[in-house]
């Protein structure tokens, strides 16, 4: 009897984790929608507003009118990592960190080791991960998430592009993940600053890129003239950019959330299907035994 005590007990357990997961992937699913139509109502603007920026700024001469736009020897690296705040969602996480890693060991291998490689980090596994190893962890940003909007996630881009401006760094990159379904999450490594020519960005093998915006020629009427419309425009844009990279990162989040629990759920449910079965054998076994057990006794008394 103690084989089935046994089993009862992590069927009870079992039941116990599915109801959990099954609970979460409810709210995860739940949340995603509101996540996957903010990026989904966002992506067009920003996909168009980043096209007539390229098509501006690639015409202006790359002077100190444009700062946002001057190509420097990438000597000077910051990295900007989103994550999540929490886990149990898949490889949601580690792949992003993954990234990081790969980037700064291949990529970015000698501003590494000369120390010249700064990392943000929003989402505190991502914090938590890099500190502990002693990575230079400029700012963490964990907070975001906890109201995401664009007035909250503006501060950050300026400080962005304050920081290139002055020269502190010569590159900045935003590693994502970016929302294709619920099931399927894209890896992305963008070039945030200097603002990408028109076409495809230049990335490490084996990135995905962000779609790349095809060549056009820049034919609108300016008012008052082209340089200070750019001006104008490279904040808004560069701000917009940081606001739909997060919050293509909180939609796959949720995506990759509600994924895991399902799996789990699934699992859970196989699992208890073979605890089931092993403890009907164990009953079976258990019965057996005891029938076997009072027909000998009976024959022994006969005897």
Same mark, same amino acid.
């Given at each position: ?13 079992v039941k116990s984790t599915q109801q959990i997961t099954n609970a979460m992937k409810m709210v995860a699913a739940s949340k995603l929608r509101k996540a996957q139509t903010a990026i989904i109502k966002l992506r067009p603007y920003a996909a168009k507003l980043r096209e007539i920026l390229q098509n501006l700024s690639a015409s202006v001469d790359n002077s100190g009118d444009n700062p946002f736009s001057q190509e420097r020897k990438p000597e000077k690296i910051l990295l900007v990592v989103v994550a999540s705040n929490r886990g149990l969602c898949g490889a949601f996480n580690s792949n992003v960190i993954k990234m990081a890693l790969n980037l ?16 943000? $980090?929003?989402?505190? /596994? @991502?914090? =938590? ?10 700012? #963490? ?117 509600? $994924?895991?629990?399902? /799996? @789990?759920? =699934? ?10 079965? #092993? ?25």
């Amino acid at each position: 009897m103690a084989g089935l005590k046994e089993v009862r007990i992590r069927i009870a357990s079992v039941k116990s984790t599915q109801q959990i997961t099954n609970a979460m992937k409810m709210v995860a699913a739940s949340k995603l929608r509101k996540a996957q139509t903010a990026i989904i109502k966002l992506r067009p603007y920003a996909a168009k507003l980043r096209e007539i920026l390229q098509n501006l700024s690639a015409s202006v001469d790359n002077s100190g009118d444009n700062p946002f736009s001057q190509e420097r020897k990438p000597e000077k690296i910051l990295l900007v990592v989103v994550a999540s705040n929490r886990g149990l969602c898949g490889a949601f996480n580690s792949n992003v960190i993954k990234m990081a890693l790969n980037l700064t060991a291949t990529t970015y291998e000698r501003q590494f080791s000369q120390g010249n490689v700064g990392l943000i $980090t929003i989402g505190r /596994k @991502a914090s =938590e991960f890099f500190r502990k190893r002693r990575f230079n962890v400029v700012e #963490s940003h964990d907070d975001l998430f906890d109201r995401l909007t664009f007035d909250n996630t503006s501060p950050l881009a300026e400080k962005l592009m304050k920081a290139f401006a002055a020269k502190e760094y010569d590159r900045i990159d935003l590693i994502y993940n970016q929302f294709k379904n619920a099931a399927v999450q894209r890896l992305i490594v963008e070039q945030y600053l200097p603002i990408v020519p028109p076409g495809e960005p230049v990335l490490p093998a084996g990135t995905a890129a962000a779609p790349p915006v095809a060549k056009a020629e820049a034919d609108y009427i300016f008012e008052p003239d082209r340089e200070t419309i750019v001006r104008e425009l490279i904040p808004k844009s560069l701000r917009i950019q940081l606001f739909k990279a997060i919050l293509d990162s909180n939609a796959s989040e949720h995506g990759a959330r509600m $994924t895991a629990m399902q /799996k @789990a759920t =699934e699992n859970a449910k196989d699992l208890l299907r073979e605890l089931n079965i #092993s403890y009907n054998k164990a009953r079976q076994n258990s019965i057996t035994n005891a029938i076997l057990e009072i027909v000998s006794g009976a024959e022994a008394l006969k005897g």
